[in-house]
């Protein structure tokens, strides 16, 4: 096995002994057991198992990032609604691929030490600029409601979809793609109540 593929086993491995057991309770002994590689090997290629654990995410981040394309209201292509629904497909695609490292983040990477904590706040922070900015944009377009701020509408899609993604992760959620896709437009389209005469 090349050094490429063994650092992959490694981080494989990582991936499962913490999506399992949780970083905390995870050791160095767990991943190289679960890799059935010894200990030395392990550290040919890692430092500890919180570097492990933040290439993981690390390498997740990326994807999720690369994933989120800025929506174009002046795409005569494309509606924007269409672009949306593509977002959030992508988004859901990158997540289901990797449920367990999607889990780790969601719901295990806070709290792992401060400097880990001020990466998920700038990834997060970056997301809410990206939709803040992308809201503002749309209402100067006419496309995006009148009323709350647009930080707030961000962060209210960005909790709505984040909160989806850890009870299809970490709960099992019982629905199909597609389905999570059209419930996500239909929210964001329309919100939840009707409008009253």
Known sequence: MDKAERRQ??????????????????TVDDIVHAAHVARGTFYLYFEDKR??????????????GMSILRVDPLDPSRSVESQVRENISRVLEVTL???????LLLTGAQGIDPAFDRKLASFYGE????????????????????????????V?????????????VDRDLDAERDEIVEALSIFLKHGLLKSFA
């Open 9 to 26: 086993q490694l981080l494989t491995h990582a991936r499962d002994v913490f999506a399992k057991q949780g970083f905390h309770a995870s």
């Open 51 to 64: 570097a492990v654990f933040e290439e993981l995410v690390d390498r997740f981040l990326a994807k999720l």
């Open 97 to 103: 691929d990797d449920r367990a490292t999607a889990k």
């Open 127 to 154: 997301l809410l600029t990206l939709l803040d900015e992308s809201y503002t944009e749309g209402r100067e377009l006419g496309i995006i409601v009148d009323g709350p701020k647009t930080s707030l509408l961000a």
């Open 156 to 168: 209210m899609s960005l909790g709505a979809f984040r909160e989806l993604l850890i009870q299809i």
